[in-house]
């Protein structure tokens, strides 16, 4: 069963950290590109970061440059999401997505997605 699952998410107050983290079970991560997202309660689901299958190439939304640092260790067949001063408009669930190879911030572009984790900034 092709399957990612999202974990990390939790309660942080404004200014903190979380690492959400992304496995992947009964296929590679290698040959995909992987996309993280997020969706807040009556919005649309927003591309956070995505990186490449090929040579690692990153890409980050505006509103997260800066703060999120997107990563993947093949060896372990999971991607990262780091996720420093935080902010209460990053509040939203936060999603995995593999696709591509190419890297893009396009939700139809990924094949395969988590089930999200919730991830609030709030004091």
């Known amino acids: 069963q092709l399957q990612l699952v999202e974990s990390g998410g939790g309660l942080v107050q404004p200014g903190g950290s979380l690492r959400l983290s992304c496995a992947a079970s009964?296929?590679?991560?290698?040959?995909?590109?992987i996309g993280w997202f997020r969706q807040a309660p009556g919005k649309e689901r927003e591309g956070v970061s995505c990186?490449?299958?090929?040579?690692?190439?990153?890409y980050y939304a505006d509103s997260v440059k800066g703060r999120f640092t997107i990563s993947r260790d093949n060896a372990k067949n999971t991607a990262y999401l780091q996720m420093n001063s935080l902010k209460p408009e990053d509040t939203a669930v936060y999603y995995c997505?593999?696709?591509?190879?190419?890297?893009?911030?396009?939700?139809?572009?990924?094949?395969?997605w988590g089930q999200g984790t919730q991830v609030t900034v709030s004091s």
């Open positions: 997505a593999a696709g591509g190879p190419r890297a893009t911030m396009s939700p139809y572009e990924y094949d395969y």
């Open positions: 990186i490449s299958s090929s040579d690692g190439s990153t």
């Open positions: 009964g296929f590679t991560l290698d040959y995909y590109a």
